[in-house]
C-alpha cells in the first residue's frame, strides 16, 4: 500500500461502514455447510429412505449402496468399500469451487484477497490466477458440463419419488417436493453460470448471424443476474434435502404423504 | 437546512501528508465537492483538487470518501448523518501530486498499450456496417468514462505495485473485451489479453464493479466473458483439436 510515491497513509482502510460483515457471514455459512457436507459423506449411511436418495449420494453406484438406491447400477463393484458419497462429490465439489461466483465469495472471505473493496489485503505477493493450482479454475467449464449431467440424474429421482415406498407410480411426499425444489433450483444454478452464458452464445462475433443462439444467450444472460442468489439456494436446497432424507432413514419422523 | 459538517481531509505530497480537519457548513442538496469548494473557498485557498464537469460525466474527481472510492461530485452530502466525520483523501492506487490530485498517468501508458479498433482491410470509415444486436454488448462498455475508480480500487495494483507492469486493470481489459466483442474487428486479441495485460491477475472479486459510477456490469459482462474467450483459446483442448481439425481441412481444401 505505501509504495513509493504514493499518499502516505498508514490505515489499511478508512471505510467507515461494516465492510467486514458479508465476509464473516460467508465464512460462517461455507463453513458450516462443509462441515455438514463432510460429515454426511463419510457417514456412508441413512442416505436411502424409499423412494428417496439423499442428492449427496445420487447416483450411488457401489455395490455396497443399500438396496433400492441403485437405479443406475453398480459400475464401481464390491472393491469399493468407503461411503458411495466419496466417489461422486468431486463433480459438484469442482464445479461450485471454480464456479466465478463462488471464487469471489471464498476470495474475498476466506483469502482475503481482498476482505472487502478498498480495503487492504493481508499477503506480500500476489500472482491471482496466472499458475498452479489457482491456473485450474480454467477448468470451470468442463465442472459445468459434468455438472449438467447430474442435474439430469438429480431430475430422475425427482421422477421416481413420485411413488410410494412400495414402489408404486402416482404418489407424492413431502420428500419429493423437497427433492424437486432441490433439482430445480441446481438447474437454475446450472443455466445462470457464466461458462453456460458462454457456450450458448456469448463466444459468438455476430449475434445476428446465430439466432436462435442469439435466444439463448438473452435468455441466460438474464438468469446469470441472479447467479449468485442461485448459488446460495441451490446450496441450501441440497443440505436440506439431504437433512430431510437422513431424518426419513434415521427414523426421526416418517414422510407427509400428499398422494 | 444548513448544519456544520465536520470534515478531515488528507493534505500533503510525496514526501509527508497528514490529515487536517475542517468544519464547514453545509446546505441542503449539497455534494462533497460542494464542500471541498468550500474549505478551499473560506479556509485553505491552496487545498488541491482536480474537477472539471461537476456532473458525473468527466471522471476528474476521482477520490476516496469515508474510505470508498468515489466521485466527490456524485457523492450527496445527505447520505452522511449530520454528526458524523467525513474522511476524503486521494486515490490510494495512484502516485500522489498534492492533497487529493494524483498522477494517473499509469492509466494513459496502459491504454497505449491495447491495439485500437482494426476494421477489415479495405474498409474505410463511413462503410461500417453492422447489426444493433452485434454491437449493443459492447456498447455497454462506451459508458465508460475512465474516471479510473476501477483501477484504483482493484486490489491487484492497488496492494501489489509490482503488478503495475503486469497487469492493465479492469478499464484496459474491458476495453479489450468491447473490442474483441466488436462485430467488425479483426484482430484476435484474447492471447495478448492475457500474456501482455494480466488477464489471469484478475480474481473476479467485482470490486471494480462495485465503484464504477456508470454502473457498467465490468466483471459480469466484460472481465469473465474475456476470461472465457481465452479459455477457448488457451485452456479447451477439445476446441483446439478442433482448430487442427478445421487447419488440416482447409489445407487439403
Known amino acids: ?259 | 437546512m444548513t448544519y456544520d459538517a465536520t470534515f478531515r481531509v488528507w493534505r500533503g505530497d510525496d514526501e509527508e501528508g497528514e490529515f487536517a480537519d475542517y468544519t464547514v457548513p453545509v446546505n441542503e442538496g449539497e455534494v462533497v465537492l460542494d464542500i471541498i469548494h468550500r474549505i478551499q473557498a473560506t479556509q485553505q485557498p491552496d487545498l488541491a483538487v482536480r474537477w472539471n464537469c461537476k456532473a458525473g460525466k468527466c471522471g476528474s474527481c476521482s477520490a476516496e470518501v469515508n474510505g470508498k472510492p468515489r466521485l466527490l461530485c456524485m457523492t450527496r452530502m445527505s447520505t452522511f448523518l449530520d454528526t458524523e466525520t467525513i474522511t476524503v483523501t486521494p486515490l490510494r492506487t495512484f502516485p500522489i501530486i498534492k492533497d487529493l490530485v494524483t498522477d494517473v498517468s499509469f492509466n494513459y501508458e496502459k491504454a497505449r498499450k491495447v491495439p485500437s479498433f482494426t476494421p477489415p482491410p479495405g474498409l474505410e470509415p463511413g462503410d461500417y456496417r453492422m447489426q444493433q444486436i452485434d454491437v449493443e454488448r459492447s456498447q455497454e462498455f462506451r459508458k465508460c468514462i475512465e474516471c479510473f475508480l476501477c483501477q484504483n480500487t482493484c486490489h491487484v495494483l492497488r496492494d501489489h505495485e509490482e503488478n503495475k507492469p503486469k497487469f492493465s486493470g479492469p478499464r484496459f481489459l474491458m476495453r479489450i473485451a468491447e473490442l474483441d466483442m466488436h462485430p467488425l474487428d479483426t484482430l484476435d486479441r484474447k492471447k495478448a489479453a492475457q500474456d501482455e495485460h494480466g488477464l489471469g491477475y484478475c480474481n473476479i472479486t467485482k470490486c471494480c464493479t462495485e465503484v464504477c459510477p456508470e454502473h457498467i456490469k465490468i466483471t459480469d459482462n466484460a472481465l469473465i466473458p474475456l476470461k472465457e474467450r481465452v479459455i477457448d483459446e488457451k485452456y479447451d483442448p477439445l476446441l483446439a483439436l478442433g482448430r487442427v481439425f478445421r487447419k488440416d481441412k482447409a489445407k487439403k481444401g
Open chain 1, 1 to 259: 500500500m505505501l509504495s513509493p510515491g504514493r499518499a502516505r497513509i498508514p490505515q489499511k482502510t478508512l471505510r467507515s461502514d461494516r465492510w467486514w460483515l458479508l465476509p464473516t457471514v460467508t465464512v460462517i455459512v461455507l463453513l458450516s455447510f462443509v462441515v455438514y457436507a463432510t460429515w454426511r459423506a463419510f457417514e456412508g449411511a441413512y442416505y436411502y429412505a424409499s423412494p428417496y436418495l439423499s442428492p449427496l449420494y445420487s447416483p450411488c453406484l457401489a455395490t455396497s449402496c443399500v438396496p433400492g438406491s441403485t437405479d443406475l447400477g453398480t459400475p464401481i463393484g464390491s472393491w469399493y468399500v468407503l461411503s458411495p458419497a466419496l466417489l461422486i462429490l468431486v463433480f459438484p465439489l469442482g464445479f461450485r469451487m471454480t464456479c466465478y461466483y463462488y471464487r469471489k465469495a471464498y476470495y474475498r472471505s476466506f483469502w482475503g484477497s481482498p476482505p472487502g473493496c478498498a480495503v487492504a489485503e493481508p499477503h506480500k505477493k500476489y500472482t491471482g490466477e496466472t499458475r498452479f493450482p489457482l491456473i485450474l479454475q480454467n477448468s470451470h467449464r468442463w465442472f459445468f458440463i459434468a455438472g449438467l449431467i447430474f442435474n439430469c440424474i438429480l431430475t430422475f429421482d425427482v421422477i421416481i419419488a413420485f411413488r410410494n415406498p412400495e414402489g408404486q407410480w402416482g404418489h407424492m411426499g413431502l420428500g419429493t417436493l423437497v427433492l424437486l425444489i432441490s433439482a430445480t433450483l441446481l438447474w437454475f444454478y446450472s443455466l445462470s453460470c457464466h461458462a453456460c452464458k458462454h457456450i450458448v452464445g456469448g463466444r459468438l462475433k455476430h449475434f445476428s448471424r446465430h439466432p436462435v443462439r442469439y435466444r439463448l444467450w438473452t435468455l441466460v444472460s438474464r438468469l446469470n443476474s441472479s447467479h449468485s442468489m442461485f448459488a446460495w439456494l441451490s446450496l441450501f436446497g441440497v443440505a436440506f434435502a439431504d437433512f430431510y432424507v437422513r431424518c426419513l432413514a434415521a427414523d426421526w419422523f416418517t414422510d407427509i404423504r400428499f398422494f
